[in-house]
C-alpha cells in the first residue's frame, strides 16, 4: 500500500509526555502511519513509556546516534543519559531491532526515513546549508548520485525544515532533485513539534508540543 498522510516524529529524547501528544495529534488527522527517526533514549522523561507509545502505535523507526552510543555503551557520561541497566528489556529490545535506513512505499514514491543523512547518523543538514557546506555532504551527494528517493525524512538537528536539494546546489551533473523533511523534536530545550506530512495537499503541517497538554498548529509548509 503507498502511504499518503503520515505522522512524523523526529528526535524524542524521552520526552513520554510530548510524544504521546503526538500520537494523539496522529489520530485526529487519520494518519496511516507513524514514522520516527530516533534518538529515544537521553532526556528527562520515561523511556520506557515511550517504547511501549510507540510499539502501541505501530510505528515505524530507525536508530538515533544516542540509541546507538546506548546500545554501545558509550558517551554515557552527558547530561540525562540513559544506561541499558535502567531500562525494561522490552526497551532494549525495541530499541536493538532499529535499523540505520527504512525504507516506506508512498504515493510519492519510496521515502528514505534516517537520523541524520542517509547511513551517517552524525551527519548535520539545516536549511541554512550552501555553497560548500552542501558541497562536502557526502551523505546527501550519494543519495542524489543513486537517484533512488526523491523524498528523505531525517532529524539529528532538532530543527524543523522543508527544504528540496538538486544536483546543482552540489556541483552534480544531471537533474536529479530530493526533499529533506525533519520534524523537529521533542527534547524540551528545543521548540517542541511534530509534523503531519500529507501527500495528496503535498503540505506539511508542525504542531506546537510545547505545552503537552494544549498542542496548537505552529506553520504549514508546501512541498517544494
Do not use: K
Not at 28 to 48: A, I, P, S, T, Y
Not at 69 to 86: I, N, V, Y
Not at 93 to 99: F, G, M, N, Q
Not at 110 to 134: E, F, I, K, Q, W
Amino acid at each position: 500500500m503507498s502511504l499518503a498522510r503520515l505522522g512524523l516524529v523526529g528526535d524524542i529524547h524521552a520526552e513520554d509526555r510530548r510524544l504521546e501528544a503526538a500520537l494523539a495529534i496522529f489520530r485526529e488527522h487519520d494518519v496511516e502511519q507513524v514514522l520516527f527517526v530516533g534518538d529515544v533514549v537521553d532526556g528527562e522523561g520515561d523511556v520506557d513509556r515511550c517504547c511501549a507509545l510507540l510499539a502501541s502505535a505501530g510505528a515505524v523507526g530507525v536508530r538515533g546516534n544516542h540509541d546507538r552510543w546506548l546500545l554501545e555503551d558509550r558517551m554515557r557520561t552527558l547530561p540525562h543519559a540513559h544506561s541499558r541497566a535502567m531500562l525494561a528489556p522490552e526497551s532494549i529490545a525495541l530499541l536493538s531491532s532499529l535499523p540505520i535506513l527504512r525504507e516506506v512505499e508512498t504515493l510519492a514514491g519510496t521515502l528514505l526515513l534516517c537520523h541524520g543523512v542517509g547511513h551517517n547518523d552524525m551527519v548535520r543538514l539545516s536549511p541554512r546549508d550552501d555553497g560548500y557546506a552542501l558541497e562536502t555532504n557526502d551523505e546527501l551527494r550519494r543519495l542524489l548520485d543513486e537517484r533512488r528517493h526523491s523524498l528523505v525524512v531525517g532529524g539529528h538537528t532538532h530543527e524543523r525544515m522543508v527544504e528540496r536539494y538538486r544536483a546543482n546546489d552540489l556541483r552534480l551533473e544531471g537533474d536529479a532533485s530530493l526533499v529533506f523533511v525533519n520534524a523537529g523534536a521533542l527534547a524540551r530545550a528545543e521548540v517542541p513539534c511534530c509534523a503531519v506530512l500529507d501527500l495528496r495537499a503535498g503540505r506539511v503541517s508542525f504542531f506546537d508540543l510545547a505545552d503537552a497538554e494544549a498542542p496548537g498548529e505552529l506553520e504549514s509548509r508546501l512541498l517544494p
